[in-house]
């Protein structure tokens, strides 16, 4: 019996058959040649797209073609932010209460009651409907749930017109916070997207710019909704609380479209399955919680003034513990209690402070000013690094308590536009810092739970803001006395929103100061959303 052991091992290549003489010599050459083409391939290290976009001379088209596609993707994922978040936050104010219908108004408090209620229903059908896109954008990607959204509020600024009666009014109003809802969800998982591709792409491939321009509109938006929609009711008649902004609808549904285009077989499709087990229960529990602060909403005004105090206070402690368990069980961590306490108290007492200025007063001054102080804070958490995310997101909220805090020392029986341009910038600022700085580490999931509290926060802000003024307007029996009785309660409510924002600031500093003290005692979720790991440079070198 034959072994192989002290044989040296047979090359592939020298299995074959040897030629000679001049086809050994054109094999040899031919062999050196491909050797020669193929060891830089292999022997070279990996290049960045940067560099493979000018050195490769194969195939530049495509990555030509795929890098102006994600280029004009972002830039219309922008524009569609520009112009869904002020459609969506324009639906928020019960502006049909500054203009009635002269027929409806003739019938009695009773049907002006009926009226009010029935319009106020677009808050509680647009937190709802959201918390429901959250969970469509598992199985669907971002434009579609946005196009829908779109889609009903497009079909609702058609039925508007036709709106005469209070159910009509109700059905219009429902459609269209229905609408802003699903849109909502579908922008933040535009903005997710958009966040998705680029952490995928080349390292240092641009910094958060969508997710700070999301959270500056928002602000603004929402802190100019109720007067630009005063503004408009004026000017009008009862139908533009119906409609909006027709135009803008038309012109969001052109950037969905194209948006749904472009993004077509890129890296933003495989964002849907960016969406773990435990995740996705975490939106799913939402949907309930969320669903039954809204009808206890809905049906405490059927009630007297009692049971709208102890409606508002039992939504108020429901948001809290939505906010926290969220915060603490998913991925949105800050997100969550920043997105709570900006729905909770800024929309409600620009509400507040808008019923108390003249009609003719001007919107432009106090509105930009609002728009640049939001632009500078997200800006500023743009430009922090990532490890003091979490004193920026504190530091905001502080800015903005102190902001508040001023709005009711300044006294709002008369406020001017230039007292309100000077006291809203803090507020302004300070809140999208801090919305800007939580954002930037949740993930998609994260972000979509964020935008569903804040939406339940609006809904249990207006009623608890809404208590406080039926509190004040207790005994107010002339139209003096009611101006002043609302002055006082917009006051009152000022403080209180500086409370809440101050009082969240201060745990969210002792929180952070509590885990920097704890040494390696970090969360994996912590360490998996990329925090730095505590005591990674003093492990010593295994020799």
Avoid at 50 to 58: C, D, E, F
Avoid at 92 to 120: E, M, N, Y
Avoid at 267 to 279: H, N, S
Wanted: positive net charge; proline residues 6%.
């Amino acid at each position: 019996m034959t072994t192989e052991l002290g044989q040296r091992q047979t090359r592939t290549r020298d299995a074959w058959p040897r030629q000679r003489g001049g086809a050994h010599a054109a094999s040899k050459t031919s062999r050196f040649r491909r050797t020669s083409a193929s060891a830089p391939q292999s022997a070279q290290a990996p290049q960045s797209p940067n560099v493979l976009w000018h050195t490769n001379n194969r195939a530049p088209a495509p990555l030509r073609v795929a890098a102006m596609r994600s280029a004009a993707a972002g830039l219309c994922a922008a524009a569609i932010v520009a112009t869904v978040i002020p459609l969506v936050v324009l639906q928020v104010p019960d502006a049909i209460g500054w203009s009635p219908p002269a027929r409806l108004a003739a019938g009695g408090s009773a049907v002006v009651a009926s009226l009010l209620r029935a319009s106020g229903l677009a808050l509680p059908a647009m937190a709802i409907a959201g918390s429901l896109a959250a969970l469509a954008v598992r199985w669907l990607r971002a434009g579609p749930v946005l196009l829908a959204g779109l889609l009903v509020l497009a079909v609702a600024d058609t039925l508007g017109d036709a709106a005469r009666t209070v159910a009509l009014i109700g059905v219009d109003r429902s459609l269209h916070g229905a609408g802003a809802g699903v849109a909502m969800a579908g922008v933040i998982a535009v903005v997710a997207d958009r966040r998705t591709y680029r952490q995928a792409g080349p390292p240092g491939a641009g910094r958060p710019f969508l997710a700070s321009w999301f959270a500056a509109v928002m602000l603004a938006g929402l802190a100019a909704a109720p007067e630009l929609m005063r503004h408009r009711v004026g000017s009008g008649d009862w139908h533009v609380a119906l409609q909006p902004c027709p135009w803008l609808t038309g012109a969001a549904l052109t950037l969905a479209a194209l948006y749904a285009t472009l993004a077509e077989g890129t890296v933003t499709q495989t964002a849907r399955t960016d969406f773990p087990a435990a995740e996705r229960a975490q939106l799913a529990l939402l949907t309930a919680p969320v669903a039954g602060l809204c009808a206890v909403a809905v049906a405490v005004t059927y009630r007297g003034d009692g049971a709208v105090v102890a409606a508002a206070f039992a939504d108020a402690i429901a948001l809290a513990g939505i906010a926290v368990i969220t915060a603490r069980a998913g991925t949105a961590a800050r997100f969550a209690i920043v997105c709570a306490v900006t729905g909770f108290t800024l929309a409600p007492v620009a509400g507040a402070v808008t019923a108390l200025t003249a009609p003719t007063q001007p919107v432009t001054p106090p509105g930009v000013a609002v728009l640049a102080a939001a632009l500078g804070g997200a800006a500023l958490a743009v430009l922090t690094r990532q490890p003091h995310a979490r004193s920026l997101t504190a530091g905001g909220l502080f800015l903005a308590a102190l902001g508040l805090g001023a709005l009711d020392l300044a006294g709002l029986a008369a406020p001017s536009d230039r007292m309100l341009t000077v006291l809203c910038v803090p507020v302004a600022g300070g809140l999208a810092a801090a919305l800007t700085a939580s954002l930037r580490p949740a993930t998609p999931v994260g972000a979509l739970a964020g935008v569903v509290i804040l939406l339940a926060g609006l809904v249990a802000g207006y009623l608890a803001a809404g208590a406080v003024q039926l509190r004040a307007l207790t005994g107010a029996r002339s139209l003096t006395a009611a101006h002043a009785a609302l002055a006082t309660a917009a006051g009152h409510w000022a403080l209180v929103a500086a409370a809440v924002t101050g009082a969240v600031a201060l745990a969210l500093t002792c929180t952070s100061a509590r885990r920097s003290g704890r040494g390696s005692g970090a969360k994996p979720a912590d360490l998996a959303r990329g925090a730095p790991v505590p005591g990674a440079g003093d492990i010593p070198d295994h020799r």
